[in-house]
């Protein structure tokens, strides 16, 4: 009986504490611009400040909220609350290959007027300014990018090999010296970091991503692109664990000083260089290697959109934030405080980010020669079928040409159902 | 004893409402949408029949996926409920060390399983985890590997919820009068015996009621593998509810989503009606 | 509490301990590297040097305890809604006769046979519109819904187990059927309510999909969700991530070995009326 009357007061108590909390949201209007982007991590008041600023300069209040950096979560969370015409955010953060995908759903909003196609191409890297736009009209502005990048032991290979042949003849002699070596490691995981590397594979074959309106899987260089990377594990150039490795795994690997050569984005050089790493110092980092010379490496990164559905009153506002956080100023703090590199090609030659930075004023040639991946609305739909039928194909269950073949019937279906 | 039945539906409306609004109503929503192709990002919406069912007939993906999902659950059960079952025996029986034992049986469930996934995935990892350092074989990418990942996927649903299922039946073993087993011990049963005749049998209702809900949960299960694998590698670990994850919010296929959702559905009911026909019955759950 | 002829002491000790090892060893293991520094995370052995670097960088950059109480709160109140409206049903399920019992009970199973992925869309909507989202009593509707299915079979086999005799002497005496289930039946079925209330809690606590859906400012974040933000773009803090899971799952742990008690209590005396 006690028990009963605890339980039952316990329980108006609670569900009350719950209401309330409810009630007091009410109805909001907004004045605020709202900003939803990943955690950046490091320091946050490099960030806070750079918001702060625009704010004291424009007088327009500008709340921040994190979403989760997990592309799935966060892709989903996108569908569900862009989908449902939400207004609640104005500024959002979108992968590199989404925007033609969101433009095409009319979720975000068109950009042209604010950041013209012709100026973007002028001052941004070319693949970032290739990413952000679709239909010819401007739907993001790029925020920071990555690109893919070969990490070398210097102590062990003092030079950058430029072609496969020069990989390879690189590890056979460090396996000389230290005969228990792994060669090269990459992500082979099916999941779209298995796409990226499949793309370097294949454009350092020579082969393109589009052939006219279709997607070229089934090509000479696509076939001896994913075709090499099976054969890296197969010749155990790369070691079998390449196939359940993300980035983290292979960057621990490599740090670890097991291997000689790591594929990676720039993130890790920051791991490496840290005080405790076992090959702090004795790491370099150049272009990746292609069948004749240096490849381009795959973009990847990070852009700001804003909601198409985002009051009109705030429109402005946000186009301004978007601005500001894009601007040469901006990229600089980002690099120099975040490690984030740089869209504008004028950023890689400030003066601050050249003393402060210099690794990241280095990169300038990688990411200026990287491609992007498909620039497509079906891009999701396309990536699901590559990272099924690659993941097919480096683990062995079926062979790169029938792979490929199916890939490209699939990826042939999906673009043309649609017309 | 007949109640009136005013107060007898008063007591059942809170749950009815309950289901039907929150749950009924974006179920018909979704069997609604398996009937249309419904692609988010082009604004495809139109009525198209049976159209997804027919092409999920001829889907090899699905299949795959189909098989994979009856791989998983059957395995895993089957270890979860004999392992369940002798945790059960072990909490009932144990004198000494008894909450430290049901204590760390709960671990396992309490863990929330995205952090659990990665917890294993880390554990199994072939350059720096735990566990292929303890094993005799050296060099094996348990996630990695088509063949293996499915049964790194199976451990960890073991690890996750055998829990679940030991303390269900250790509720159903503690409702077995003690005077039947003192008559056993009286009339010189063995141990086996007194196990297979009293224990297993009187055990019938409260393994029923696991089995299901295990299985349910089993064919539907999502979370673990996903954060593990994520499907792969080469779709390997793919069960009905990634493939209908992915087709959902990563393609924003809402209409073959729910057609896949709602297959696996029909599937689950499939599974839970002749399961309570048969066995339920002279277990005798379904009264 | 005598049971059949035991297996021996010996044999049960070792199942004790392959039971100990086999649950609690992974998570000894988070614990353990949760206590490492950055650059040993990756190490097997013992580590050298314990640190608490990575709580505290877990309760960095991240409202951690807010989190925390949030999914407290959320956790509570669906299970204690869940138990009241779950217990009631499932007595008149049990105990009553009403039309359509076969239906409310296929009802619920049928609720817990389809993947709540497919529900996540139209819930959203919902939601939306009642001006429910990022609220907790948004997750909580969800969650006691999805929670119920089970709640609902559990208790009425408890239910079903207590002897009619016990209700009809209640109303015999003059009690309502509300008074009889609230002062007869209700404290027999203590062991049925423990364990669904355990079931309901932890699911509630862990359960990821809709709260990452429904709730986006960081103040009204779960622990899942909230766990699942502290990895980087590429990178993966698995220090913190191993604190912050220590931090999660303990409370978890702890209401488990209070409920537990209340279980095997009411267990021995519902062996005794037997």
Redesign the interface.
């Known amino acids: 009986?006690a028990?009963?009357r605890f339980?039952r007061r316990?329980?108006l108590a609670?569900?009350a504490?719950?209401?309330t909390?409810?009630c007091r949201?009410g109805a909001r209007a907004r004045d605020a611009v709202v900003f939803?982007h990943?955690?950046l991590?490091g320091d946050?008041a490099p960030f806070h400040a750079m918001v702060a600023d625009f704010e004291r300069a424009t007088g327009v209040r500008v709340i921040t909220?994190?979403?989760?950096?997990?592309s799935?979560?966060l892709?989903?969370?996108l569908?569900?609350?862009l989908?449902?015409n939400?207004a609640?955010?104005d500024v959002l953060v979108v992968d590199v290959v989404w925007v033609a995908?969101?433009a095409?759903?009319?979720w975000i909003a068109d950009l042209s007027h604010a950041f013209p196609p012709e100026t973007l191409r002028r001052e941004l890297v070319p693949a970032a300014a290739e990413s952000a736009v679709a239909f010819g009209r401007t739907y993001a502005a790029p925020w920071y990018v990555?690109v893919g990048l070969l990490y070398r032991r210097t102590d062990l290979v003092p030079e950058p090999p430029r072609t496969y042949a020069e990989l390879e003849s690189a590890i056979h002699a460090a396996r000389r010296v230290s005969p228990e070596l792994h060669g090269l490691v990459w992500q082979?995981?099916?999941?779209e970091g298995l796409v990226c590397n499949a793309y370097e594979a294949i454009w350092g074959h020579g082969g393109e991503s589009f052939a006219g309106d279709r997607l070229a899987l089934d090509t000479d260089a696509a076939r001896r692109g994913v075709g090499y990377l099976r054969g890296l594990i197969e010749q155990r150039l790369s070691p079998?664990?390449?196939?359940?490795?993300g980035?983290?795994?292979s960057?621990?690997?490599f740090q670890?000083g097991?291997t000689v050569f790591m594929r990676?984005?720039p993130?890790?050089w920051t791991?490496m260089e840290?005080?405790?790493?076992p090959v702090r110092g004795r790491v370099g980092i150049s272009a990746l290697p292609g069948e004749r010379g240096p490849a381009p490496s795959v973009l990847g990164g990070w852009q700001l959109a804003i909601n198409e559905h985002s009051p009109p009153a705030l429109r402005e506002r946000a186009v301004a934030l978007v601005a500001h956080l894009t601007s040469l100023e901006a990229n600089v703090t980002m690099a120099v405080h975040y490690a984030r590199n740089p869209t504008r090609a004028a950023a890689y030659e400030d003066a601050r980010l050249k003393a402060e930075s210099p690794y990241i004023a280095s990169l300038l040639p990688v990411v200026t020669a990287a491609r992007a991946r498909p620039q497509t609305?079906y891009y999701?739909?396309l990536?699901?079928v590559l990272?099924?039928e690659l993941?097919?194909a480096v683990?062995?269950?079926?062979s790169p040409a029938e792979a490929l073949s199916r890939a490209q019937r699939l990826a042939d279906h999906v673009m043309g159902a649609?017309g | 004893m007949k109640e009136r039945p005013a107060h007898g539906y008063l007591f059942v409306a809170p749950s009815a409402a309950v289901l039907f609004f929150v749950a009924l109503c974006p179920i018909a929503f979704a069997v609604w949408l398996s009937l249309r192709r419904f692609?988010?990002?082009?604004?495809?919406d139109a009525f198209v029949g049976l159209a997804n069912y027919r092409f999920l007939l001829r889907d090899a993906?699905f299949f795959s996926a189909l098989g994979n999902t009856v791989y998983f659950t059957v395995v895993s059960l089957a270890i979860e409920l004999v392992l369940g079952l002798a945790i059960a025996l072990l909490l009932d029986r144990a004198t000494r060390g008894r909450g430290l034992l049901r204590a760390a049986v709960l671990v396992p469930w309490a863990i929330p399983t995205v952090v659990s996934g990665r917890m294993w995935a880390w554990m199994l990892?072939?350059?720096?985890g735990l566990i292929p350092r303890l094993l005799p074989v050296h060099?094996v990418?348990?996630?990695?590997?088509?063949g293996y990942a499915m049964h790194a996927a199976i451990l960890v649903d073991i690890w996750k919820s055998t829990p679940f299922v030991a303390l269900l039946l250790l509720a159903g073993l503690a409702g077995i009068p003690d005077e039947l087993y003192r008559a056993a011990r009286v009339d010189g049963a063995s141990p086996r015996r007194t196990f297979f005749a009293i224990t297993l049998p009187l055990l019938g209702p409260s393994l029923a009621v696991t089995v299901l809900f295990r299985a349910l949960d089993a064919l539907r299960v999502f979370d673990a593998i996903f954060v593990l694998?994520?499907?792969?590698?080469?779709?390997?670990t793919e069960t009905l509810s990634i493939y209908a994850y992915?087709t959902m919010?990563?393609?924003?296929?809402f209409g073959y989503g729910s057609t896949l959702a709602v297959a696996t559905f029909a599937i689950v009911v499939l599974v839970s009606t002749v399961y309570l026909r048969t066995i339920g019955r002279s277990a005798g759950v379904a009264r | 509490m005598k049971r059949a002829s035991l297996p021996s002491r010996s044999a049960m000790a070792l199942g004790g301990a392959a039971v100990l090892t086999f649950f609690v060893g992974p998570f000894a293991w988070q614990i353990l590297t949760s206590l490492r520094?950055?650059?040993t995370v990756?190490e097997l052995g013992l580590p050298h040097a314990l640190s608490l670097d990575s709580y505290v960088a877990a309760f960095e950059?991240q409202p951690f305890a807010r989190v925390l109480l949030n999914s407290a709160?959320?956790a509570?109140?669906t299970t204690?809604?869940t138990?009241?409206v779950a217990s009631t049903a499932a007595f008149a399920l049990a105990k009553l006769d009403l039309r359509g019992k076969s239906l409310l009970l296929s009802a619920a199973l049928a609720v817990s046979m389809f993947p709540p992925i497919a529900t996540?869309?139209p819930l959203?909507?919902a939601l939306?519109e009642v001006?429910?989202l990022?609220?907790?009593?948004?997750l909580?509707i969800p969650y006691t819904t999805f929670a119920l299915p089970l709640a609902l079979w559990v208790l009425t086999g408890f239910f079903r187990d207590i002897p009619d005799e016990l209700y009809r002497a209640a109303r015999v005496d003059g009690c309502t059927p509300f008074q009889a289930f609230?002062?007869v039946m209700?404290?027999l079925a203590?062991p049925g309510l423990a364990t669904t209330a355990i079931l309901v809690f932890i699911f509630s606590w862990n359960e990821f999909l809709y709260a990452?859906?429904f709730t986006?400012?960081?103040t009204h974040r779960t622990v899942p969700?909230a766990i699942?933000?502290f990895?980087?773009?590429?990178?993966?803090p698995w220090g913190e991530i191993a604190a912050a899971s220590v931090i999660a799952t303990l409370p978890l742990v702890l209401v488990a070995l209070v409920f537990q008690k209340r279980i095997v209590a009411g267990l021995t005396q519902g062996a005794v009326k037997g």
């Open positions: 009986m028990g009963a339980s316990a329980l609670a569900t504490a719950t209401a909390t409810s949201r939803k990943q955690p991590w946050p909220e994190v979403l989760p950096n997990a799935d979560a892709h989903q969370y569908l569900t609350t989908e449902g939400v609640d955010f995908e969101l095409r759903a009319g990555d082979g995981r099916q999941y079998s664990t390449v196939l359940s490795a980035e983290e795994e960057r621990r690997a670890s097991r990676n984005w993130y890790a791991e840290k005080p405790g790493s609305p999701p739909m990536s699901e990272q099924s993941s097919a683990s062995g269950v079926r649609r | 692609i988010l990002v082009f604004h495809d993906r990892n072939p350059d720096y060099d990418d348990f996630l990695g590997t088509p694998t994520g499907g792969g590698p080469a779709n390997t992915k919010m990563r393609t924003g296929d | 520094t950055e650059a990756t950059g709160l959320v509570a109140v204690l809604v138990l009241a996540v869309s959203y909507l939306k001006r429910l990022d609220t907790p009593l948004g909580v609230r002062r209700l404290p203590m990452l859906t986006s400012s960081p969700v699942s933000l990895s980087g773009e590429h990178a993966e």
